[in-house]
């Protein structure tokens, strides 16, 4: 909404009617012609009785209801576009003529950058002045004129201010003879501090003694050009309309482009832009994709010649190179399939599209290259296509049949298909040796307790009754803001107490979780890590390390009632405790101390609170980034990584060299990909082939004759300890323990924890019949669950075995102690619930 229009009238002959209206006057006022053939002010009925009288006359500002006749005007004119559909009218007393002055509507225009549609806001205007004068004043009314948003500065620190906190598209800078501040000085941190924002900075300067005063040294301070002083309000509005129309709309355009160029950074196929030079190309850009493609990096890419546009590439007949190239010298695109190769020599198939690119003076200047990994492309559509067919398979025969070892050979040739060609790398290069713990099947889970069954494999299984992808999806989790990392004062005198005694084993981090305010992962984290020297070793300031801790905690989910921070910081404080023991300590060097200790804050981050199964039952995000494998996983190390790169005042790995953060990120993924329950026994078998049954020494128990699995020291030395697989192993083995050592905690922790995360698989169960999905473990149902029982199978199939192999490594014996304690308790329990379970249902009628 405008302001209304007001005309002015100097003259005696009042508005006359003609076939142009110009201004003749030579006051310096606006003096450009902007009508022809348009019909008199006159023949509008309202103004037809107007009759000024012998002196100047002004007409003041027109009533709203008095508009409608200036509107139907401005419509019939040709000549006056949309973006101006106010006037101002002025008239000399020596012509008939009239200056017609258009008014800016303050709304978005839209602009044109390619295919793209760019809109502009209106301009606003930031003056900067050392007081009022009229070089100020000209420049108000000219934007008063022009309906500009406008504010006055007159000083660099609330200039600064402004700037920062309304980023106006032009800046207007006095930089003539100016006590109150330095305006050069003043573009200049402009500059500094918004690098990436295109402001319009204009230099107010004096009047020109010389000729020859180059305006470099302005340009060299940040300026976009300079005004050279006029008070004319004329000369200013003109200025600020060339401004607005020519240097702040291309500036609006070239922010435009950043999100051509993010679209392209994000594209899934590689492309690249290369420069003609004579006989020769230039690598100019090259996108992510190229890098992962090829195995490139941009870096060795960018800025190197090569022959010509199709090196290494194969073009199969009838195409050849010859006539590609004479097809694109005309002008013309080429699009084709053809044979590449990658860094390490690898072929692989492309389709691979040549845009020309031709320049301003008619010949071609670039090429811009898109092409697509065909083989990728058909892999994934393989996989696609077994994703369907699986989804068709009988949801109720399949689950009629869940415990029924016999599956039909179209589940199994899918089945085995899909893990033969999608599983996962890590897991694949941890599980490449022989020796390794056949898996545990679900018979002889039956064997041994039909309790276990839906346990273990709603742990272990990605469950087999699983809906299409589409169906009833889970969002993706959010990730939270973390561009402001807020500082944390030093802890409380609670908090510091709480800290006591957390190097020992039975630590109760509980404790510490109610007095920090759900942020136990903060402070624990802060003392083991300052304990251990982890910013010392990855050389970042206490301040990082503060900042990292702080932001992982944040993304962990605080309503999960287990997979929370306080989880993170129990299995934190676990592997600190693994990680002094003498055994641990033989085998492990300093960088997979502080990889141990990374894994464990992070190791469940942006956990959603249900399991890999019912992800996959539900269709979620997740189940398909990561094709229905190891999904949580997966999701907890990327997401990791990406948090942790996403500030420098929370990059914990930014002063490491490139080699030594690959090994750390690579173990670090390790450890996480490790606590997949479904890899459970395998991992344990490998342990306990290598470090246990191998190279264990007997020794007699001379009052029973027996002997036990725990080697000497002298045998255990004879093995090397440190080799990388050994340590890998050993690795994987302290993030196991003590992601699982609930069990072996004091036994007021260790009831805590299981009730959580019975709570934790009471809300899946809950969530899955409301959904109408399988239910994953049908024991977790709120009404019947028998607890106790749940914790007692628990043990004696994961947690025992587990314990007793890394007992004869590490020689956890509180661990021990209290585990065998606390599975002596359960089993009271469990059979205590199940009797008054039978003497209730005796007792009911």
Known sequence: MGCAPSIHVSGSTGIANGDSISNSSADGQFSQSVMKNSTSLLNIPKYQNFKPNSRSAEIPLLQAENLSGIQDFLVDSKSITHSAPYIEAKCNSNASQCTIMPQMVDQKSELQLGPMKVYKQAMEILFVFGADDPQLNAFVAAAKRGNYKYKLQYNSESAMEYYLSYMPELVMIDIRVNTSFDGEALCRHMRATRPNFNTVIVAVTKKLEQDDISIAPLLNAGFSKRFVEDHSITACYNELLSLDYGEVSLQCKLRATSCLFSAVEHAYDSIEIQCIDTDKVEFQYVNPAYEKVTGYWRSEVVGNMKNHILLNCDVPKPDSHESILKLLSNGKSWEGVCIARKKCGEQFVQNLKIVPMVGHTGSITHYVVVKRDLTAVQHDSQVQQLHQELSKVNFDKVHEKRNNSLQTPLQTSI???????????????????????????????????????????????????????????????????????????????????????????????????????????????????????????????????????????????????????????????????????????????????????????????????????????????????????????????????????????????????????????????????????????????????????????????????????????????????????????????????????????????????????????????????????????????????????????????????????????????????????????????????????????????
């Not at 003392?527 to 301040?543: H, K, P, Q, T």
């Not at 930014?654 to 690959?662: A, G, I, R, Y």
């Open 415 to 845: 089945m085995n298909s899909v893990s033969t060609k999608a599983e996962a790398p890590i897991t694949k290069e941890i599980l490449r040796t022989t020796e390794l713990y056949t898996p545990t099947t679900i018979e002889q889970v039956e064997g041994r307790t039909g309790f276990g069954t839906d346990l273990v494999e709603g742990l272990m299984w990605n469950f087999r009754e699983r809906r299409h992808s589409a169906e009833n999806p889970v969002k993706g989790s959010n990730l939270l803001n973390s561009h402001k990392v807020l500082q944390v004062m030093q802890a409380s005198p609670d908090i510091q107490a709480a800290l006591q005694g957390e190097d020992q084993w039975d630590y109760d981090v509980i404790k510490l979780e109610k007095v920090s305010n759900n942020r136990p992962l903060y402070y624990l984290g802060q003392a083991i890590f300052n304990r251990f020297d982890v910013g010392e070793y990855l050389c970042v300031s206490d301040s990082i390390v503060r900042n990292w801790l702080q932001l992982v905690e944040a993304n962990y989910h605080i309503h999960n009632t287990y997979h929370n921070s306080t989880h993170a910081a129990d299995v934190l404080h676990a592997t600190s405790i693994f990680l002094l023991k003498d055994g641990v300590k033989n085998t492990l060097d300093r960088s997979d101390q502080v990889a141990a200790l990374i894994a464990a804050v992070v190791h469940d981050v942006d956990h959603p609170g249900f399991t890999n199964s019912f992800l996959c039952n539900a269709g979620s995000e997740l189940a398909i980034l990561y094709n229905d494998i190891a999904i949580l996983e997966s999701h907890h190390a990327a997401m990791a990584f990406k948090l942790t790169s996403r500030d420098s005042k929370s990059n914990i790995f930014q002063n490491l060299k490139q080699d030594e953060f690959k090994l750390l990120r690579q173990s670090i993924i390790d450890m996480i990909m490790a606590t997949e329950m479904k890899q459970h026994f395998e991992h344990l078998a490998k342990f306990d082939n290598s470090f246990n049954k191998r190279h264990a020494t007997p020794v007699y128990d001379h009052d029973n004759l027996s002997t036990n699995g725990r080697g000497t020291p002298e045998s255990v030395s004879s093995i090397n300890l440190q080799s990388p697989e050994n340590r890998g192993v050993v690795r994987r083995m302290i993030i196991k323990c003590a992601d699982i050592a609930n069990p072996a905690r004091p036994l007021e922790l260790c009831r805590e924890w299981a009730y959580r995360i019975a709570e934790e698989y009471f809300r899946q169960t809950e969530e899955e019949k409301k959904r109408n999905l399988p239910i994953v473990m049908p024991v977790f149902d709120r009404n019947t669950c028998n607890v106790p029982k749940s914790q007692v199978f628990f043990i004696d199939y994961f947690v025992m075995n587990l314990y007793v192999a890394w007992d004869k490594f590490a020689q956890v014996s509180d661990a021990m102690e209290f585990l065998r304690q606390n599975l002596s308790y359960w089993h009271d329990e469990a059979e205590r619930l199940e009797l008054e379970k039978e003497n209730g249902s005796k007792n009911s009628p």
